[in-house]
């Protein structure tokens, strides 16, 4: 039986080779100060109610942060977004001085420009492991006609025009 480092190793590659869209998850602080991250731990939950969710890693700098808001916003990037990827998994401070941005009629950090932004509130926090699990009830959708932001084996990149002909 292998060791733990390589099963952890295994189960990494094996996750890094599935592609997965990527998002920037912001939210004002108690401060009411604008944050955000990259997150690529997306995914629908429910229809009736609209459910997604979303993980963050408990040794984020923000993580006690986003614990204690009541409303996020999950944008996905668009394929021309991969700054904002990199800008928002850096360790910038003042991330939102070097995007656009604006405040939404919810209260809300929205990215100007992405594929999409979900406006949620909290529906269920739940623990996992390193990570919390944070559940969100979506109240107010944002859909522009773009392409996707993709993550694969460490990359991020675009599906090539060619693939939807």
Request: aromatic share 10%; charged share 25%.
């Amino acid at each position: 039986m292998e060791n733990k480092m390589e099963h952890i190793a295994r189960y990494k590659a094996a996750m890094g080779n599935y592609p997965t869209g990527v998002t920037v998850v912001t939210a004002f602080n108690q401060d009411g100060k604008p944050m955000g991250l990259t997150v690529n731990s997306f995914a629908s939950v429910s229809l009736e109610p609209l459910l997604i969710l979303w993980s963050i890693d408990k040794r984020v700098y923000s993580y006690n942060d986003f614990l204690k808001v009541d409303k996020f916003t999950v944008n996905i990037l668009s394929a021309d977004q991969g700054d904002l990827c990199t800008l928002f998994s850096s360790k910038v401070e003042d991330r939102f001085s070097q995007c656009d941005w604006k405040e939404s009629s919810l209260n809300l950090p929205v990215l100007t420009n992405s594929l999409a932004a979900l406006q949620c509130k909290v529906f269920k926090q739940i623990e996992a492991g390193d990570h919390t699990i944070l559940i969100g009830e979506v109240l107010d959708i944002q859909n522009e006609d773009k392409e996707p932001l993709l993550y694969h084996r460490r990359n991020i990149g675009a599906i090539p025009k060619e693939f939807y002909n």
